[in-house]
C-alpha cells in the first residue's frame, strides 16, 4: 500500500510504498530526506498541511522560546522523533505564531502533544514528559 508524505522540505506531497519507509525515502521534487529524524519545525499552513495529508500519524509540539518546560522538553521530543520516525511524523509548532491552532483547538498551557491520524485529533497532552513517556502515549493512543 502507498501512503502519502508530506516534504518538510518543500511541501510537495510524495507516495511511498509502506514497505519502503525504512529505506530512506527522499522527496520526487527537491530530493531532501522525507524523515531525518528530527522533528520537522512548521508554520500554521505547514501544520495543515502535515496533518491533512501525511499517511502516518503526525505528533505535534506545541512549544515556545520563553517557555521553560518547552525547551527543557525540547531534547526529549528530538529523541522521539529518533525512536518513532519512519512511521510518524513529529511536527514542532511556535505557539506564537499559531494563534489560529491555539484557537482552533483550545491549547491554554504548553507544551502541549496533539497527536493527529487520518486527519483528525486522536489524543492530546499537556506538560513536559520524558521521551520515553511520550513514545509509550503515542503507542497507547494508536491503537484506541
Same mark, same amino acid.
Given at each position: 500500500?502507498?501512503?502519502?508524505?508530506?516534504?518538510? /522540505?518543500?511541501?510537495?506531497?510524495?507516495?511511498? %510504498?509502506? !514497505? =519502503? &519507509?525504512?529505506?530512506?525515502?527522499?522527496?520526487? #521534487?527537491?530530493?531532501?530526506?522525507?524523515?531525518?529524524?528530527?522533528?520537522?519545525?512548521?508554520?500554521?499552513?505547514?501544520?495543515?498541511?502535515?496533518?491533512?495529508?501525511?499517511?502516518?500519524?503526525?505528533?505535534?509540539?506545541?512549544?515556545?522560546?520563553?517557555?521553560?518546560?518547552?525547551?527543557?522538553?525540547?531534547?526529549?521530543? /528530538?529523541?522521539?522523533?529518533?525512536?518513532?520516525? %519512519?512511521? !510518524? =511524523? &513529529?511536527?514542532?509548532?511556535?505557539?506564537?505564531? #499559531?494563534?489560529?491552532?491555539?484557537?482552533?483547538?483550545?491549547?491554554?498551557?504548553?507544551?502541549?502533544?496533539?497527536?493527529?491520524?487520518?486527519?483528525?485529533?486522536?489524543?492530546?497532552?499537556?506538560?513536559?514528559?520524558?521521551?520515553?513517556?511520550?513514545?509509550?502515549?503515542?503507542?497507547?493512543?494508536?491503537?484506541?
Amino acid at each position: 500500500m502507498d501512503l502519502t508524505l508530506v516534504c518538510p /522540505a518543500c511541501g510537495t506531497l510524495n507516495r511511498v %510504498p509502506e !514497505a =519502503r &519507509l525504512g529505506g530512506g525515502p527522499r522527496c520526487g #521534487a527537491c530530493k531532501s530526506a522525507l524523515f531525518t529524524g528530527t522533528p520537522a519545525s512548521v508554520d500554521e499552513a505547514q501544520f495543515a498541511r502535515h496533518v491533512a495529508h501525511d499517511g502516518v500519524p503526525v505528533l505535534v509540539d506545541v512549544w515556545a522560546a520563553w517557555c521553560g518546560p518547552c525547551r527543557a522538553m525540547a531534547p526529549q521530543f /528530538a529523541a522521539t522523533a529518533r525512536m518513532l520516525e %519512519p512511521r !510518524a =511524523r &513529529l511536527l514542532k509548532l511556535d505557539a506564537d505564531n #499559531a494563534p489560529g491552532v491555539m484557537a482552533r483547538y483550545g491549547i491554554s498551557s504548553i507544551p502541549t502533544l496533539l497527536l493527529f491520524a487520518g486527519g483528525q485529533l486522536r489524543a492530546r497532552q499537556a506538560g513536559a514528559v520524558s521521551a520515553a513517556q511520550i513514545a509509550q502515549w503515542v503507542a497507547q493512543h494508536q491503537t484506541s
